[in-house]
């Protein structure tokens, strides 16, 4: 079966209503506030490296604590509940605090989404491409690739691209355009492709 083929498969699949859904529950939290987004953004920095659902459950346990934790004690919480990188992590959050009640509006004055991760990735300290994708498509902007070894290993194993040894912001932007032409002939957003490319190699849906 070509890829295309596939993703069209899946799109006509049960998981369709799960997917529909979670881009909804995206679109929900991009209107809320400048706080509940940053702890957004704070799920993302944890995802790097690591598991999104260990990246979920320290979410839904930290909390309102991403807005106010000392470093240290931030460190200790995320140590405690397993985190790999607690304290790189915790120093990167408690450094991006002073976008929190702001970063909203921020993201409004970009014209579109590739202009919004670029600035996401060159003033917030721990966001890379992937990890800037990541948070925009979770906040309702789905425009942008968020590409991880489970999009990479996908691609490669259809013969797609070449698995790369690193991945550079050119290397970045060469697979965004593959994904972007995927997309284009599916009919879905990037953030939606992501979602089913992703449920493809990993029999789950998560964020």
């Known amino acids: 079966m070509n890829v295309i083929n596939l993703i ?6 049960p998981i369709r209503s799960t997917i529909d859904s979670r881009i909804k529950e995206f679109d929900e939290l991009g209107k809320k ?3 509940e987004i940053f702890k957004e953004l704070c799920f993302c920095f ?11 459950k320290i979410q839904n346990d930290v909390n309102d604590g991403f807005l106010y934790l000392s470093e240290e004690e931030l460190a200790e919480k995320l140590s405690s509940l397993s985190h790999r990188f607690p304290n790189a992590r915790a120093k990167f959050i408690v450094e991006a605090r002073k976008h929190k009640d702001t970063i909203k509006q921020t993201l409004k004055n970009f014209s579109d989404e590739k202009t919004m991760r670029n600035w996401l990735a060159e003033n917030i300290k721990g966001l890379g491409m992937k990890e800037s994708s990541h948070f925009l498509r979770n906040i309702g902007y789905n425009n942008v690739a968020i590409i991880d070894f489970h999009i990479i290993d996908f691609l490669s194993n259809h013969g797609l691209i070449e698995k790369p040894k690193n991945l550079n912001r050119r290397k970045y932007l060469e697979i965004e355009n593959i994904l972007e032409e995927l997309a284009e002939q599916t009919g879905t957003s990037l953030g939606e492709l ?10 789950k849906v998560l964020k």
Request: no cysteine; proline share 0%.
């Open 194 to 203: 992501d979602l089913y490319l992703w449920y493809h190699e990993t029999g």
């Open 46 to 56: 944890l995802t790097a490296n690591f598991s999104a659902s260990g990246g979920i």
């Open 33 to 35: 506030s400048d706080q």
């Open 8 to 13: 069209e498969e899946l799109r006509n699949s």
